[in-house]
């Protein structure tokens, strides 16, 4: 079965210092999201891209964060200027047909720790 | 953002019983609910969903029931089986053109051999 693959599967980052989370979203998926889920909490949106371009943002995603897909095949999240409440989850997903929810597949995720 | 609820944090059931876990939102306008399950280290797997014209979806041991005038969305395993013990969270999209989910909290459960 098709998966979303995230690397790495934990990062350990000190604040201050820029971060690159990397996913390689279904290879025939037009639609890609990063959500992230702080310890305990629920899992929260935060981007979707679509066509090489953000279609939607949350209030988290403010100007620290990035996105983009260098290669048609990668999706990055980049994180500038790393905060300690930065340390989460984060999960990447994409789906083929943005209606179509069940097939809205997500990665195992990255741990990102900021120390 | 409490669009999305899962009162119960946690749920213990015996194998071969029912696990029912309930989800509430506040929002007419979300189209579409689906329950995902996940295990640790693990990103969040699909398991059923429904739409808002529906209210009933049943995929095997699955049921999923969509109470659209209390608002309120639950799952039913029958039957319940060990390998079944995860966090289920239910989510929800907003109908239009946004794609992003919203999830609940999450609910613990655990089956007991």
């Known amino acids: 079965e098709p998966e979303v693959t995230q690397t790495p599967s934990h990062q350990v980052t000190q604040m201050g210092q820029e971060v690159i989370l990397r996913c390689v979203p279904i290879?025939?998926?037009?639609?890609f999201y990063w959500y992230r889920q702080i310890l305990g909490q629920k899992v929260e949106f935060l981007v979707s891209?679509?066509?090489?371009?953000?279609?939607?943002k949350s209030e988290i995603f403010d100007d620290q964060f990035s996105v983009e897909r260098p290669d048609g095949s990668n999706f990055t999240l980049k994180i500038r200027s790393t905060k300690l409440e930065d340390s989460a989850m984060y999960f990447c997903?994409?789906?083929?047909?943005?209606?179509?929810?069940?097939?809205?597949?997500f990665g195992s995720g990255t741990r990102l720790t900021v120390v | 953002d409490q669009q999305v609820k899962q009162n119960s944090p946690s749920l213990s059931v015996q194998e071969g019983r029912i696990s029912i876990l309930n989800c509430d939102y506040t929002?007419?306008?979300?189209?579409?609910f689906l329950w995902y399950k996940k295990y640790p280290a693990e990103g969040p797997t699909f398991l059923i969903s429904?739409?808002?014209?529906?209210d009933k979806n049943e995929d095997g041991r699955f049921t999923v029931f969509l109470n659209k005038s209390a608002k309120h969305l639950s799952l039913h395993i029958v039957p319940s089986q060990p390998g079944d013990s995860a966090v289920y969270f239910c989510?929800?999209?907003?109908?239009?053109?946004?794609?992003?989910?919203?999830f609940g909290t999450g609910t613990l459960l655990a089956v007991q051999p």
């Open positions: 997903a994409s789906s083929g047909n943005g209606r179509y929810v069940e097939g809205y597949t």
């Open positions: 290879s025939n998926h037009l639609y």
């Open positions: 891209f679509y066509n090489n371009e953000i279609s939607e």
């Open positions: 929002n007419s306008m979300f189209d579409y």
């Open positions: 429904i739409s808002s014209i529906k």
């Open positions: 989510a929800v999209r907003r109908g239009g053109a946004t794609n992003k989910l919203i």
